[in-house]
């Protein structure tokens, strides 16, 4: 094992320049004995429950242009949809009937979606399911927005930095949007109270191990409660359709890092990552995952929101997707959780 891998797991941070060294002087042949470290630190916090999330695309109108996104505002083939909130809540409804309790709101940047759309849909949320949490993900807002929705009655908010490195940010998103906003958002959202979701995509357009380097050392400082990484894909109606993909390898590898840097972080194995590989999630709970996010959304909608190519299970009922995962889970040793999945604060 690494002597850095090694500090790593005595509890030590590393800095920017020695988590390069960690990437740069990667042996493939190490990656089974850190897998099981991962495995070994999520077990000590969390045992071998598997924590489940639902996710209701609600939107797939967005003002944003990135890059690498399916549903960029240029996208002209893209049909677009807005669930009413009559569908979110009937999504809701057949969510907790399965034994979902965190619904995840997740849409583009839609400026349909005001605050005074969004607060009287997240009260009657809560109040209908007060035993379930709420999670937004609906990208860069004001803080005073964040405020609002955080008093609706939401209690986490998921929005990955993308990158931590500027420049990098430049060439994956138009010019109107910075890696300044981005943290600034990410530490309004701590600030008010929310648990929060930073990540990354693990091999997108002129990505180095530089840049990854300091996506470790930002995660290190942030202290997020969740971090949701996998591997980018290229979707052909975007300027990045030629690129390559991310690999399920280095995923593998930063989502055990990310375990033994944050031990107690709630570590999705990404939908993307169960795209690039059929069996992606699995070999992400053995890395050290301990999250997986299934879709609720309404089948009719789910074509419609592919930010990737190939995206797996767009032709499945929310039924189908949970017993298919109780199944894949249990074939790696653990077990489909029910509860509401909080972070453990100590
Ligand atoms: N490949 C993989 N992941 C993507 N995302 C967006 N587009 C792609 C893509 N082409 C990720 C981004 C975003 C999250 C919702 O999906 O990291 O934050
Ligand atoms: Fe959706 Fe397997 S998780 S069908």
Known sequence: MHELIEKLCSGAELTQSEWLRVLDERRGADDEELFARARAVREKYYG???????????????????????????????????????????????????????????????????????????????????????????????????????????????????TADAEHYRLLHPPEMSFANRRRCLRDLKDIGYQVGAGFMVGSPGQTNLCLAK????????????????????QHDTPFAKEKAGTAELTLFLLALIRLMLPRVLLPATTALGTIDPRGREKGILAGANVVMPNLSPVNVRGDYQLYDNKICTGEEAAECRGCLERRIASVGCTLSQSRGDFLER
């Open 215 to 234: 996506d470790m050392v930002f995660l290190q400082e942030l202290k997020p409660h969740m971090v949701g990484i996998g591997p980018f894909i290229p």
């Open 48 to 162: 071998r429950e598997i924590f489940t999330r639902g996710l209701i695309e609600f939107t797939n109108y967005c003002k944003n242009d990135c890059r690498y996104c399916g549903i960029r505002r240029s996208s002209a083939a893209v049909h677009r949809y807005r669930l009413t909130e009559e569908e979110i809540l009937s999504c809701c409804e057949s969510g907790y009937a399965l034994g979902f309790r965190t619904f995840v709101l997740q849409g583009g940047e839609d400026p349909y979606w005001t605050d005074a759309r969004l607060v009287p849909l997240i009260e009657q949320m809560r109040r209908r399911w007060p035993d379930c949490a709420i999670t937004l993900s609906l990208g860069e807002r004001s803080r005073e927005s964040y405020e609002k929705l955080y008093a609706a009655g939401a209690n986490r908010y998921l929005l990955r930095h993308e």
